[in-house]
C-alpha cells in the first residue's frame, strides 16, 4: 500500500514538472522570444489609423498649363472623447451652435466613438467662421483634403477621365498593391491608365486608444507622399477651339501630328463634366447623366462604317497590285449594275468618263465599286491591315476597339457564309462588314501625309517630386505605307483636289492649304458624316479627322468642324501663312 502511494506522489509530481515545464517555456517564449513581436500586435489592437490622403499627381498640356490639379476640400467633424465628457446642456449648446453656422441639423448620437464626419465639401467661408469659433465649439474640428478639379469642365474629358471611390470588384483585384476600401482610384481616360503613379502614397497618425476609444498618444506620424505630376500632348487651347467647333453634335474629333503620333486634341460627344464625381452625386443623378446617349463612350475609340473616306485605301491596293492604272478611264451613268442589282452613285446624274484618280477626287462610287470586285476581299483586306486597320493602336487610353477587315475566311468562319461579289463592290466603297475607329483613320492619313504611320499617343512624360522621370513618351513608327514614291504622290495630289475644288471645298480654308476626304457612311437611320484632312499639304503639321454621327453628309457637317479647328490653328499655331 505505501509502495502504490510512494509510485502515485511520483507520477503526481512528473506531471506537475510537465506543466510547470511547459507553462514555462511557453512564457519564456511568449515573453522572451515573441516579445516584440507581440508588443506591437499590443499597440496595433489599441491603435487606430486617421488617414491623410495623398494629393494626385498635376496633369499638364504640352505647354504647362494645368488641365486637372488638385484643391482643397474641408470638411467638419465631431469628435466624441471630447464631447462625450462635457454635460449634456453643454455638448447641446456645441451642437446647435455648429447647426446654425453649418446651416443643417446634426445628428448626434452619445454612444458614438469614432471620429464623426457632420458635413462634407464645405464652402471655404464656412470653415473660416468655424475656425474663428474654435474656443467655443471644443470637440469640433475642420479637416482639409484635397481632391481632384478640372479647371476646362468637360473638355477633353474622355482623355482625362475622372476618379471615384474603389468598388468591390476592383479591390478584390488591387488589395495586395496598398489599395484599401475608401481610396478613390481612376475610373477613366488617363487618371485610370496612370493611377498607380498618379495617386501617391498617404500619410497619416497612428494613435494609441484606450479602452473607450479615447486618444492617449500619436505612436507614429507619416507625412503624405503626392502621386507624379504628368505632362501630356494636348494643346488645351486647340481642344477648346475643337470643342467649340464640334459643338453639340455626337461625334468625335481627332486631332493629330501627322510626323510624331503626338494627340494634339480629342472630343468626344456628348460628354460629362469630371468635376461631378468629386462629391457623392445627388440621387438619381447618375441615373440622369449615364442616359441614352452614351456620354462615357469614347467615339474616337469606337468603330464605325468608314464610308467614302476608306477609298484611299481601295485605291492603294488597286495601283500598287497592278489592278488598274492610274489613267485608266470608267464611265460612271449615276449607277452600276451587278446582274439583278443596281448600285447607286452619289451623284445620280453621274460622273460620266472618269480615271480613278478623278474618282477619288469626285468620290465617285461606281469607279470603286468596280475596284472592288476587281481586287476582291482579300487584298483589300490585306492592304487595310497594312494601314493599321483592324488592330488598336495601342494609345494610352482605355476603350479603344480594334475594328473589323472583312476576308473570305473571316466570314465563313464567322458567319458561316461565303462571300459574295456584291460584298467586295460594298467593301471598295468603305461599306458592309468593314469597320474603323476615328483613331485609326487618323493614322491612315498621317501615312498619306508622311510616308509613314506613327503610334499615337498622349503622355510625354511622368515626374515624381524629386524631379526625377517615371516615365517619357515618344514617337515610334507603327507602319510604313504601302504605297511607292509615284502612287502616294498620285494619291495626294487627288487629296489635294478634294479640297481645292470637289466635295471637300467647304474645308479650303485660306493661307493653309489641306488635303482631305469626304465620306458618307451608310448606317440604320441617318448616315455618318466623315471628313479628313491633313494640312499645310506640303508640310503637315496636324491631321484632323471629323466625325458626325448621323451627319448625313461629310462635305458639310463634318467638313464644317475642320474648316473651323484649320481656321484656329492657322490663326494661333501656323508661323508661315501660305498665299492661294
Known amino acids: 500500500m505505501i509502495k502504490i502511494n510512494r509510485n502515485k506522489n511520483i507520477a503526481l509530481t512528473i ?57 482643397p476640400v474641408f470638411s467638419v467633424h465631431v469628435l466624441p472623447y471630447i464631447l462625450n465628457k462635457k454635460p449634456a446642456n453643454e455638448r447641446k449648446y456645441i451642437l446647435n451652435k455648429l447647426s446654425i453656422l453649418l446651416g443643417d441639423k446634426i445628428d448626434y448620437k452619445v454612444s458614438a466613438t469614432e471620429p464623426i464626419i457632420v458635413k462634407d465639401h464645405i464652402q471655404k467661408e464656412i470653415a473660416i467662421r468655424i475656425q474663428e469659433r474654435r474656443l467655443d465649439l ?5 479637416r482639409t483634403s484635397p481632391v481632384r478639379r478640372y479647371p476646362y469642365g468637360s473638355a477633353a474629358c474622355h482623355v482625362l477621365g475622372y476618379i471615384g471611390e474603389i468598388q468591390r470588384d476592383d479591390l478584390l483585384k488591387l488589395k495586395e498593391e496598398g489599395y ?28 494609441e486608444v484606450d479602452v473607450y476609444g479615447n486618444p492617449l498618444r500619436i505612436l507614429e506620424s507619416l507625412e503624405p507622399i503626392p502621386g507624379a505630376d504628368m505632362q501630356t500632348t494636348l494643346d488645351i487651347n486647340l481642344q477648346m477651339a475643337v470643342e467649340k467647333a464640334l459643338g453639340a453634335k455626337a461625334g468625335a474629333v481627332v486631332v493629330m501630328d501627322p510626323k510624331t503620333g503626338e494627340i494634339l486634341a480629342l472630343t468626344s460627344h456628348p460628354n460629362y ?10 440621387k438619381g443623378a447618375w441615373a440622369s447623366l449615364n442616359s441614352a446617349y452614351h456620354p462615357f463612350m469614347n467615339r474616337a475609340l469606337a468603330i464605325y462604317p468608314p464610308g467614302s473616306t476608306f477609298k484611299v485605301v481601295t485605291l492603294t491596293a488597286a495601283l500598287e497590285g497592278n489592278f488598274a492604272k492610274s489613267q485608266e478611264m470608267f464611265n460612271c451613268p449615276g449607277y452600276y449594275r451587278i446582274n439583278n442589282r443596281i448600285a447607286k452613285c ?86 458592309g462588314y468593314v469597320q474603323v475607329t476615328p483613331m485609326q483613320m487618323a493614322g491612315v492619313y498621317a501615312g ?67 488635303a482631305g476626304k469626304t465620306g458618307t457612311a451608310e448606317n440604320p437611320g441617318l448616315p ?33 468642324v475642320a474648316r473651323d479647328i484649320l481656321t484656329w490653328y492657322r490663326d494661333n499655331r501656323l508661323e508661315k501663312k501660305y498665299a492661294e
Open 448 to 514: 498619306i501625309a508622311t510616308g509613314a504611320i506613327p503610334k499615337p499617343y498622349i503622355v510625354t512624360k511622368i515626374t515624381d517630386r524629386n524631379g526625377i522621370t517615371i516615365t517619357e513618351g515618344k514617337t515610334r513608327i507603327a507602319y510604313k505605307v504601302p504605297l511607292s514614291d509615284k502612287n502616294i504622290q498620285i494619291i495626294r495630289n487627288a487629296l489635294r483636289e478634294v479640297v481645292k475644288r470637289a466635295t471637300g471645298i467647304v474645308a479650303k480654308v485660306p493661307g493653309i492649304p489641306a
Open 273 to 282: 463634366d469630371p468635376n461631378l464625381f468629386v462629391k457623392p452625386m445627388e
Open 346 to 431: 452619289w451623284k445620280e446624274t453621274g460622273h460620266w468618263a472618269i480615271n480613278i484618280v478623278e474618282g477619288l477626287v469626285q468620290s465617285c462610287d461606281v469607279v470603286f465599286y468596280q475596284l472592288g470586285m476587281r481586287i476582291g476581299p482579300d487584298e483589300l483586306a490585306s492592304y487595310a491591315e497594312k494601314f493599321g486597320l483592324g488592330s488598336r493602336t495601342g494609345i494610352d487610353l482605355p476603350q479603344e476597339k480594334k475594328g473589323l477587315v472583312p476576308s473570305k475566311s473571316w466570314k465563313k468562319d464567322t458567319l458561316h457564309e461565303p462571300w459574295y461579289e456584291g460584298e467586295s463592290m460594298n467593301y471598295g466603297i468603305g461599306q
Open 138 to 142: 471644443d470637440g469640433v474640428v475642420v
Open 180 to 207: 484599401r476600401i475608401g481610396d478613390f482610384i481612376g475610373k477613366d481616360g488617363l487618371e485610370k491608365v496612370y493611377d498607380k503613379q498618379l495617386r501617391g502614397i498617404d500619410g497619416g497618425k497612428k494613435i
Open 15 to 71: 506531471v506537475f514538472i510537465l506543466i510547470f515545464s511547459a507553462l514555462f517555456l511557453r512564457l519564456f517564449y511568449l515573453q522572451i522570444i515573441q516579445h516584440h513581436k507581440l508588443s506591437d500586435l499590443s499597440i496595433d489592437n489599441a491603435a487606430k489609423i486617421v488617414s491623410d490622403p495623398a494629393p494626385r499627381g498635376i496633369i499638364y498640356d504640352r505647354k504647362g498649363k494645368a488641365i486637372v490639379e488638385n484643391q
Open 528 to 560: 455618318h458624316a466623315w471628313f479628313i484632312c491633313y494640312a499645310p499639304y506640303d508640310n503637315p503639321e496636324i491631321v484632323i479627322v471629323a466625325f458626325v454621327e448621323h451627319g448625313q453628309h461629310g462635305d458639310q457637317a463634318s467638313a464644317s
